[in-house]
Structures are given as structure tokens and as C-alpha cells.
Nanobody, 116 residues
């Protein structure tokens, strides 16, 4: 059974940092790309960043380039999102996702609130 469990969200001031983690199980983790999405209040879910199975290729949405870094530790079956220089507009529920066995697999998300 595929499970994705996000953690690390919380309340942070503008300009601050957080590191999100997503612990994965139930599939051969290192063989699959992983994605971070987010959904802000009243907004549609959007792709933030993705990383290839062995971590050699990463892609970022323009709105996070230079501020966020996606990485993975295949020995720990975990993908990370380091978020720096956070802005109020980064407030959202952050989800990790992978495409496995012909379906998108989602975690339940972790809430990030950027506010003073």
C-alpha cells in the first residue's frame, strides 16, 4: 500500500525558512520521480518542484526558483523541500505526490503559514 506522509509545516514569519519532509512507503521509491505541490486558500493546486528518481534532475515553478530546493534521500525513502525567504503568498497546504501504477498518489499534506 502506497503511503506518503508529509511533515514539517508550521507558522513562520516572512523571510523565514522551513524544511518539509515526505516519507514514502509501499513502492520502489528510488525508481520514481517525486513532486511537491501546494494549494493556497481559494486557489487551485499547483506544482512547486519535482525531482527524478536518483535526484539528478530537478525542476521548479518560477515563483519558487532561487528560494526553494527539492532533494531526496533514497536510503530513507524521503523527499524534502527546503523553503527559504518565505513570503505570505507561500501560505498553502503542501503535498507530495508520485505517479505509481497508473495513478497519482498523494499525501494528506502539511500546512505552511507565512505571517507576521
Amino acid at each position: 500500500q502506497v503511503q506518503l506522509v508529509e511533515s514539517g509545516g508550521g507558522l513562520v514569519q516572512p523571510g523565514g525558512s522551513l524544511r518539509l519532509s515526505c516519507s514514502a512507503s509501499g513502492f520502489p521509491f528510488s525508481r520514481y520521480s517525486m513532486n511537491w505541490y501546494r494549494q493556497g486558500p481559494g486557489k487551485e493546486r499547483e506544482l512547486v518542484a519535482d525531482i527524478s528518481g536518483f535526484g539528478t534532475t530537478t525542476n521548479y515553478a518560477d515563483f519558487v526558483k532561487g528560494r526553494f530546493t527539492i532533494s531526496r534521500d533514497n536510503a530513507k525513502n524521503t523527499v524534502y523541500l527546503q523553503m527559504n525567504s518565505l513570503k505570505p503568498e507561500d501560505t498553502a497546504v503542501y503535498y507530495c505526490m508520485t505517479y505509481y501504477n497508473d495513478r497519482n498518489r498523494w499525501g494528506k499534506g502539511t500546512l505552511v503559514t507565512v505571517s507576521s
